[in-house]
């Protein structure tokens, strides 16, 4: 009879928003943490008990969560003569950047990016992916379909991205989603074109007929005559959507009347919609005005936080005509939505951006520590929250093992 082999990490520290009340966790809290042995058995966490060590009392916590980057894209900045520019400027240069694209191209540098993922300690990553002009997937779909299938080191899940105008043709519709397989999305960019309704009512019954979480690029400027996040939201409560909605950028709620945005807001709250503020690409682009930009360009955080709103950061481009520096870390894209979107402490909030918010924005049970295995645990160089974010190293926790 084999025997259950049992571990203990002495004196760490876990967040509690990572821990089911009531559980097995027993430790010193304080700062967000409860601090003490964890247990393990089989290589997976069973509790926490107190210590009577004192060590660094280092954190451990979930693997970090993706819920937005471009891995067709990332990594072409140093190919480019020229970049810089507003958001329809890095269109035209990435468009022009596709000549480029074979697939030895497309698949190094996605398998690139998806390393740099794993690195940071990412369990999970969705990736949008370019459709361009015609209803067949183009070629990139369909490397990083087989990607997807093949990498074992993280989850890869897929967003097809295709204009909304282009979704107010039945026929293309349906061709488009008879392309996706399960387990990946449905996506669209949303920016004030002609047939907006008409695609997004498409994109709504069809994504529903499969069973297809859906991912919208929306509303990605300064204007506020754009539309597209309440005609989602107002979509949404009309149809009872049942699958997850993500809403990436939603630059726009920062130029709207203060009861016009609250009404936005509250709208995607009761509709259940998730937020990605993407600070890195949004700032770069957004805001030019020849000199230095006097906006910051990206969504309200803090407002669609208060009400209630799960607000997802994301790590957006890499390296391409979008943003031509960056990295394929959530933790990195978390620090700099502190800096762009004034993100006080306690941190532990904000976290859950890049981690539970981001579990529910793809369709995935919220992180827990309770049962977890040490191979999708990150054990962290770090004793408080603002190290965490600071660029703390992070590992499997199955490593301390091995030291």
């Known amino acids: 009879m084999k025997h259950a082999s049992q571990r203990t990490l002495p004196d760490m520290r876990v967040p509690t928003i990572f821990v089911k009340p009531q559980s097995s966790f027993s430790g010193e809290e304080g700062g967000g943490f409860l601090r003490g042995d964890v247990v393990a058995v089989d290589n997976r966490i069973v509790g926490m008990r107190p210590s009577d060590k004192h060590l660094d009392g280092r954190i451990?916590?979930?693997?970090?969560?993706?819920?937005?980057?471009?891995?067709?894209k990332c990594h072409t900045v140093e190919r480019m003569a020229v970049v810089g520019g507003n958001l329809e400027q890095a269109i035209l240069a990435q468009r022009q950047d596709k000549a480029n694209w074979t697939d030895q191209d497309i698949l190094s540098r996605a398998k690139r990016g998806l390393a740099e993922f794993v690195t940071a300690g990412t369990g999970m990553v969705r990736s949008h992916v370019d459709w361009g002009d015609a209803a067949p997937p183009p070629r990139s779909w369909s490397l990083l379909c087989a990607l997807a299938e093949e990498t074992s080191q993280t989850t890869?899940?897929?967003?097809?991205?295709?204009?909304?105008?282009?979704?107010?043709?039945?026929?293309?519709?349906?061709?488009?989603?008879?392309?996706?397989?399960?387990?990946?999305?449905?996506?669209?960019?949303?920016?004030?074109?002609d047939g907006l309704e008409a695609g997004l009512r498409n994109i709504f019954d069809c994504a529903t007929n499969r069973g297809l979480p859906l991912d919208f690029h929306v509303d990605e400027g300064l204007s506020p005559d754009l539309n597209g996040l309440e005609l989602i939201a107002d979509i949404a409560l009309e149809t009872g959507f049942s699958g997850p909605i993500l809403c990436g950028h939603a630059v726009s709620l920062a130029v709207l009347p203060t009861a016009t945005r609250n009404r936005i807001i509250e709208k995607l709250s009761k509709a259940g919609i998730c937020v990605a503020m993407l600070p890195t690409t949004n700032?770069?682009?957004?805001?030019?005005?020849?000199?230095?930009?006097?906006?910051?360009?990206?969504?309200?955080?803090?407002?669609?936080?208060?009400?209630?709103?799960p607000v997802v950061v994301g790590t957006d481009n890499v390296r391409d005509a979008f943003c031509p520096v960056g990295r394929h870390d959530p933790m990195y894209a978390l620090e700099?939505?502190?800096?762009?979107?004034?993100?006080?402490?306690?941190?532990?909030?904000?976290?859950?951006?890049?981690?539970?918010?981001?579990?529910?924005?793809?369709?995935?049970?919220?992180?827990?520590?309770?049962?977890?295995?040490?191979?999708?645990?990150?054990?962290?160089?770090?004793?408080d929250f603002s190290t965490l974010i600071s660029g703390a190293s992070r590992r499997p926790a199955n490593t301390y093992f091995e030291v």
Not at 171 to 177: M, P, R
Not at 336 to 347: C, E, K, Q, R, Y
């Open 283 to 309: 700032l770069y682009l957004q805001g030019r005005n020849g000199g230095t930009p006097t906006m910051r360009g990206i969504t309200l955080a803090k407002e669609l936080d208060q009400a209630g709103v």
């Open 156 to 193: 890869l899940q897929l967003s097809a991205l295709v204009g909304v105008a282009q979704m107010s043709d039945r026929s293309f519709a349906k061709q488009v989603v008879a392309s996706i397989p399960d387990g990946h999305a449905l996506g669209a960019f949303v920016f004030g074109q």
């Open 60 to 72: 451990l916590m979930p693997r970090l969560v993706e819920a937005h980057c471009h891995l067709d």
């Open 336 to 383: 700099m939505a502190i800096l762009g979107a004034h993100l006080d402490p306690p941190f532990d909030t904000w976290l859950k951006t890049i981690t539970t918010n981001a579990c529910l924005a793809l369709g995935a049970d919220a992180p827990c520590l309770n049962g977890a295995p040490l191979d999708d645990v990150l054990l962290c160089d770090a004793t």
